[in-house]
């Protein structure tokens, strides 16, 4: 499969359509299931707080995953996504009631890498409940 965009069609500034991602406790046990992290701070609200957080909070690893799909949705190739890292700056709280959490997050094409390769960076932003959960997200992605 070949990225859908075109290394060609993109620069320097280029914004990638931005995204939400809904966080429920739901999604949260599905996807220490499908992980295998089953730390309580992920789906046991008393043990959370015992702990000094202020909740449920959402696997650093699943928000890293709902973050990098702004990139995968954009090229249409998973295997695009050459490069990808994160920091973690701050949790996703995930409240046990019907909104639960949303994860928002936007990239832009920070430069053109290799012309050769076709590659760009890409940086993205991710917030929710108007805190940067993820810092330095950035990418290395092979356009067609």
């Given amino acids: ?13 280029t914004e990638l359509p931005a995204c939400s ?14 992980s295998g992290d ?12 015992e702990v000094g957080l202020p909740d449920v909070i959402a696997h650093g690893m699943f928000t890293m995953a709902e973050a990098g799909r702004v990139i995968t949705d954009w090229t249409g190739d998973p295997g695009a996504l050459v490069e990808y890292g994160v920091r973690f700056t701050k ?5 046990d009631d019907e909104q639960g959490a ?13 012309d050769e390769e076709r590659t760009v960076r890409v940086d993205l932003t ?7 959960v ?11």
Avoid: C
């Fill in 134 to 144: 993820l810092g330095l997200a950035r990418a290395v992605v092979r356009l067609g």
């Fill in 21 to 34: 991602f809904p966080v429920d406790r739901a999604r949260l046990v599905r996807y220490a299931g499908a």
């Fill in 126 to 132: 991710a917030t929710s409940a108007g805190q940067k």
């Fill in 102 to 114: 949303v994860i928002e997050v936007t990239g832009k094409v920070a430069a053109k890498l290799d």
């Fill in 1 to 13: 499969m070949t990225a859908k965009v075109a290394y060609a069609d993109v620069e320097a500034g």
């Fill in 38 to 49: 089953f730390n309580p701070i992920h789906w046991n609200e008393r043990f959370a707080k």
């Fill in 91 to 95: 949790p996703v709280v995930v409240p």
